[in-house]
T-cell receptor
Framework: KQEVTQIPAALSVPEGENLVLNCSFT??????LQWFRQDPGKGLTSLLL?????REQTSGRLNASLDKSSGRSTLYIAASQPGDSATYLC???????????FGPGTRLSVLP | EPEVTQTPSHQVTQMGQEVILRCVPI?????FYWYRQILGQKVEFLVS????????KSEIFDDQFSVERPDGSNFTLKIRSTKLEDSAMYFC???????????FGPGTRLLVL
């Protein structure tokens, strides 16, 4: 059964810093991986989808990498801003189904 | 930009009552999903739906749950007899094709008393 973990659980950084959020999964037979952002009490906003055949995807200040064989993905946020403060979730879809297995999230605070 | 919408945003109900949560997926999407998030816990998959039938469901999705697409736009989740442990945020999601980017609605916060 796929298990997804995220480190750190919480992170507080000053504005302008570059930062890395980590996601690990136990079963490397994945189809794709999606990073989401969740604001308090709100829904999930899709950030990046990275296919199992890809090594990275970029969108603006965000870059997601995938190392399937080691069961890891990282989300890199460049030049962080207070508006980036949210919980970041990674979710893995395996080769056997359609649904996502979510990690517990990393709660990010960017201080002005 | 098209988005998934959900109603109501909040619902309070008594244990044992039936509730129906409603979702309007993005119009050209063909795959629909329900997830839930108990307060402080992970987002959990409940069910996926395609071509008017369930394509996949988790062990959480027992006989108390059902889904329906009653018309061309709505997608509903029914909980037949709510329990205290059903209290959670319920998210609807949709995707244009299978296994691609899922777009989530804002959620319905369900509180069972």
């Amino acid at each position: 059964k796929q298990e997804v973990t995220q480190i750190p659980a919480a992170l507080s950084v000053p504005e302008g810093e570059n930062l890395v959020l980590n996601c690990s999964f136990t079963d490397s037979a994945i189809y794709n991986l999606q990073w989401f952002r969740q604001d308090p009490g709100k829904g999930l906003t899709s950030l990046l989808l990275i296919q199992s055949s890809q090594r990275e995807q970029t969108s603006g200040r965000l870059n997601a990498s995938l190392d399937k064989s080691s069961g890891r993905s990282t989300l890199y946020i460049a030049a962080s801003q207070p508006g980036d403060s949210a919980t970041y979730l990674c979710a893995v879809r395996d080769n056997y189904g359609q649904n996502f297995v979510f990690g517990p999230g990393t709660r990010l605070s960017v201080l002005p | 930009e098209p988005e998934v919408t959900q109603t109501p945003s909040h619902q309070v109900t008594q244990m044992g009552q039936e509730v129906i949560l409603r979702c309007v997926p993005i119009s050209n999407h063909l795959y629909f999903y329900w997830y839930r998030q108990i307060l402080g816990q992970k987002v959990e998959f409940l069910v996926s739906f395609y071509n008017n039938e369930i394509s996949e469901k988790s062990e959480i999705f027992d006989d108390q749950f059902s889904v329906e697409r009653p018309d061309g736009s709505n997608f509903t989740l029914k909980i037949r007899s709510t329990k205290l442990e059903d209290s959670a945020m319920y998210f609807c999601a949709s995707s244009r094709v299978s296994r691609e980017t899922q777009y989530f609605g804002p959620g319905t916060r369900l509180l069972v008393l």
